[in-house]
């Protein structure tokens, strides 16, 4: 087998067990938050934008999807978070259902007031876990003050910020793309 063919066959097998993972991750999702995937409302979510692009029905599958890695690697330093609760509480965090971005269809300061709008809407859909309630209501600590009860909580915090960044830092770089692009047009 040449160099190049052993290169070929590595990057096989990485994607192979790539999509093993992404497949197993999907599994989980559906398993502990299939009714909610399923939901009209949160199915509308795919209508918000919530990061540059992205709209909130993304952004929070993603947010599930990053806890549940995340939450391996924390298993295998002994730290134990209940799989089910991060789950149903990563696609609930953002479930405040409005138009953020429209500053007539909330109150002021969205950041601050989101979390208790999100624990509202799913309380009145869900039977929520004490566990779901925490992650939700205080997703965006530190802005909401009081500090994370739970493990789960805390992987909600960081994962939220950590995707938030991912998304709008690709939705700057694909404008900054478009501007010198369009600049390039301009000067010829």
């Not at 790539?18 to 599994?27: G, P, S, V, Y």
């Not at 999807?65 to 690697?73: I, M, Q, R, T």
């Not at 876990?129 to 789960?152: G, N, Q, S, V």
Request: proline share 2%; aromatic share 10%; hydrophobic share 30%.
């Amino acid at each position: 087998m040449t160099k190049d063919e052993r290169k070929e066959q590595k990057r096989k097998e990485a994607f192979r067990k790539w999509a093993r993972q992404h497949a197993k991750l999907r599994r989980n999702l559906r398993k502990h938050g299939g009714d909610i995937l399923q939901s009209g409302n949160f199915k509308s979510t795919n209508s918000f934008i919530q990061h540059g692009s992205v709209s909130v029905h993304s952004h929070s599958i993603r947010v599930a999807e990053c806890s549940l890695k995340l939450e391996k690697f924390l298993e295998k330093l002994g730290i134990h978070c209940h799989e089910r609760d991060l789950v149903r509480g990563a696609l609930l965090h953002d479930y405040f259902l409005y138009d953020w971005h429209d500053k007539y269809s909330h109150e002021k300061l969205h950041g601050f007031h989101h979390p208790n709008v999100a624990l509202e809407n799913a309380s009145r859909e869900y039977q929520l876990t004490p566990r779901e309630r925490d992650i939700i209501r205080k997703h965006m600590w530190p802005l909401t003050l009081k500090f994370p009860k739970y493990a789960e909580s805390y992987v909600i915090v960081c994962i939220d910020k950590y995707t938030a960044m991912l998304e709008i830092g690709s939705y700057l770089g694909q404008k900054m793309k478009e501007k010198a692009k369009a600049m390039r047009t301009k000067q010829h």
